[in-house]
């Protein structure tokens, strides 16, 4: 049996236990602390947190492509304690009841709305008590133990019911899988939920930035908190290569009749002659639009790359407060 140590989170004052063979934020969720996190594979950083006291060893080897463990830092979903631990975590949203679960999921439908992009519509079972909150996301587990994640883009509900918009990507494991052949009846195994991306209360107006197939949990906070984003104000800008690839849009006004409150940007970076619209990086746009962002909340979510060129433009550029970026980076195993 592995040894048991203790962990505090400070200032919040809340503490549980983790095995030595557990990972921190493993630990963390199953005692329904939800620290933030989001690739759960060592790369994005969003996991970091300072430790005040105590040891943890790394998991090894390092990921492909991750920074170093700043010194004094615990990158929590890969660190395990050496011992009791005292970590400092400003924020620890809870979620009284919610717990990762893994389940068998049965495909209802798989829709192919363009060339390369699957949406698929899944039921785990009610009783498998799987929930989760708009903006999380769920694994699909393959057999040899390798797992991808896939943000969850319907409403929560009690009906097991759950939606992923996935990407086909050339060379990959599941998604060619889930464009090509993913049919009806046919049964996968998920875990979940996993991801802190939700939507955070604040008077302040919203910038969603969407790159892709990161639409997908912003569909699920969309129609989720409808009325609160409405009150706020806010603004989607949705990149991608051609109008194709936003996926979900048959107009612009046929989407802002759906969504009351919030104005559609759609953004091209390789767009067709007949194009009329706005052109370039979906960041680069918002700057354009709103160069003070210093009062707004950003939710972003995607391509790893436009999730980082945004955070460093907005945050410098656009006097955004660090703390209002919100996101999901859409981490592949290989980049
Ligand atoms: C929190 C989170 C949420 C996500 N949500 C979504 C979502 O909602 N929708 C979505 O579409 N994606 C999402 N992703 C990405 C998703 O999890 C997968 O990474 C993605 O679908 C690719 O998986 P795959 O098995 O098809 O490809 P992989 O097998 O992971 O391969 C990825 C790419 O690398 C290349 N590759 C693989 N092995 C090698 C090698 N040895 N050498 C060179 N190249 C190689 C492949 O050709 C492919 O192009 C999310 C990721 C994270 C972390």
């Known amino acids: 049996m592995a040894d048991v140590f203790q962990i505090r989170l400070e200032p919040h004052g809340g503490s549980f236990s983790c ?172 875990q979940g939920p996993y991801g802190t991306f939700v939507l955070h209360d604040s008077p302040a107006p919203i910038v969603l930035l969407a790159s892709g197939t990161g639409y997908a949990p912003i569909a699920s906070l969309l129609q989720t908190h409808a009325e609160a984003i409405a009150q706020r104000g806010a603004v989607l800008y949705w990149g991608g290569r051609q109008w194709s690839d936003l996926y979900a849009i048959d107009s612009v006004p046929a989407w802002e009749a759906r969504f009351p409150g919030v104005r559609l940007v759609p953004v091209l970076s390789e767009p067709g002659a007949d194009w009329q619209g706005r052109t370039g990086f979906v960041h680069a746009a918002v700057l354009q639009d709103l160069p003070d962002l210093s009062g707004h909340a950003v939710y972003a979510c995607g391509n790893p790359l436009m999730i980082d060129a945004a955070r460093a433009a907005f945050t410098t550029q656009g006097g955004l407060p660090p703390g209002h970026f919100y996101c999901d980076a859409f981490i592949t195993s290989k980049p």
């Open 19 to 190: 095995a030595a063979d557990q990972t921190v934020l493993d630990a963390a969720i199953a005692a329904g602390y939800w620290l933030p996190h989001s690739c759960r594979a060592g790369t994005c950083n969003s996991c970091h947190l300072t430790l005040d006291a105590g040891t943890v060893r790394n998991a090894e080897p390092a990921p492909e492509g991750a920074d170093a463990v700043p010194e004094g830092e615990c990158r929590t979903c890969q660190a395990f304690p050496l011992g009791d631990l005292v970590l400092h975590a400003p924020t620890v949203p809870q979620a009284p009841g919610q717990r990762v679960v893994t389940a068998g999921a049965r495909v209802l439908e798989v829709e192919r709305p363009s060339a390369d992009v699957a949406i698929v519509r899944l039921q785990v079972p009610a009783a498998s008590g799987f929930r989760f909150q708009a903006g999380q996301y769920a694994d699909v587990l393959l057999k040899d133990g390798a797992r991808r994640s896939y943000s969850l883009a319907n409403v929560p509900n009690e009906d097991g019911l759950l939606e992923w918009h996935v990407r086909r990507m050339d060379g990959g494991r599941f998604s060619p899988h889930a464009y090509d052949k993913l049919k009806a009846r046919d049964l996968l195994r998920i």
